[in-house]
């Protein structure tokens, strides 16, 4: 019998060209906590604060535990094992044991300082500080998070623990950002996608960038939590909550008032320019209501202490020496800090005309806008410090992932086309993040 060839038909699966493999997530897991652990291990090595490396070691063990965990296991309930373990060893372990310590920076000490001096005088700024610890360099909104402690006390270790100003800046940030999600989510959204987006907060929580000042300092956390607000509400076409979330942003430190620029002009081109006044408006007349009646109490110490404190032109030495561009020209001096001060003018003013030129349309460009500025301003102020850089890393993430996993409203932002014909002109509707129809 003569052989007859058999075919077989085996499936053949397709690669598109160009298509790229997706990484492992396991690998991904585990080499993100792992750089995360390399890099909390630095703190007990060669930072010279006590809270730092308290921080660091709990932070390098929970991390590492993590990067562990994630090897072990690709399933779901491995990750929620690691991420887990990276809260407890970053946030938990280390907050718990400072602040029942009572180990802290000294801007927690100044905050509740500052509360307790404006319930019993009117003003946060003592008339005439003598040590760095007795300056005052935040506006009298930031005293607020110092009530806490002037009302309970530090007699227990309740007391001791709900008087902590940080205890209440991270409230602050974690309620602003749920609320800013709430604003751009839409009524009829997924539910499935709340899981991957708070399994994306917990690890960006979990992060060096916000559990190392969650823990120690706090000070930049509601700062933070503010302005990614008041962009979201922009973004959401709400002029009015906008501008109350930049008034409340714009009395704890100066350096939220780029915020409000970028909020007004992300008003105007999603609602308006009657929208973006009303923001303006209320920003202004709400900052200068918090503000106005400790400067008039206290005009003198608060310039010195709000003004030329932080930028090193005090009577005492700013603690805030990170070798930063603007300080290290600073350094060199009188000559260098105003060549410091140019360049920051200079490069305010280029944020500022890629505003006008280029205005953003949707919450991730307003962020992105926002902190680019930021990290000028930080990078080329006389005085600074790295940590301020957590700030702009923050409100770069933040949309990101509500725009990845929070189903935002999408409103359609109407851009009028002259046509070259006599037909009429052409309305055109393009959907942008961060609106609501």
Known sequence: MDDVPIKLRLPLKRVQPGAIRRPDRRAVWAGGWTVAALWA???????????????????AVGY????????????????????????????????L???????????????????????????????????????????????VLGFPRALLGDDGWVPRLLGDARLWCAAVL??????????????????????PYRTAMAVLIASPVAALPLCTSGVDLPLTGLCA???????????????????????????AWPAVAVAVVLLAALAGRRAARTCAAIAV????????????????????QVLAFPTGAGDVETPAGSPLPGHLLAEL?????????????????????????????????????LAIGLCVAFLLAPAGRFGYLALPAVLAVWPRLVAAF????????????????????????????????
């Open 41 to 59: 291990a630095v703190f007990p090595l060669f930072s010279s604060l006590e809270t730092h490396r308290v921080w660091g070691t709990s932070a």
């Open 64 to 95: 590492a535990a993590a990067a562990i965990a994630a090897c072990l296991s690709s399933r779901p309930r491995g990750r929620v094992v690691s991420l887990s373990l990276a809260l407890t060893g970053a946030i938990v372990v280390p907050f």
């Open 97 to 143: 044991y400072l602040v029942l310590s009572g180990a802290a920076q000294s801007e927690v000490g100044v905050i509740e300082r500052s509360g307790a001096l404006w319930l019993q005088h009117g003003t946060p700024y003592l008339a005439d500080p003598r040590t760095v610890t007795e300056y005052t360099p935040y506006l009298p909104g930031m005293a």
């Open 174 to 195: 974690l309620v602003c950002l749920w609320a800013g999600r709430a604003a751009l989510r839409r009524a009829d959204a997924d539910s499935a996608r709340n899981a």
């Open 229 to 255: 607000l008041a962009l979201a509400l922009a973004a959401s076409r709400r002029p009015a909550a906008a501008g109350l979330a930049l008034a409340a942003a714009c009395a704890l430190k100066w350096t």
């Open 285 to 304: 007349l709400g900052a200068a209501t918090l503000i106005l009646p400790s400067a008039l109490l206290s005009p003198g110490p608060m310039v010195q």
């Open 333 to 369: 001096g009188p000559l260098g800090w105003y060549a410091a001060v140019g360049l920051l003018l200079c490069g305010g003013a280029a944020v500022a005309a890629s505003l006008l030129l280029r205005p953003p349309t949707s919450l991730v460009s307003a962020a992105d806008r």
């Open 406 to 437: 929070g189903a935002t409203r999408s409103r359609p932002v109407r851009t009028v086309l002259a046509a070259r014909s006599p037909e009429p002109a052409t309305v055109i509707a393009s959907p942008t993040a961060g609106g609501r129809r």
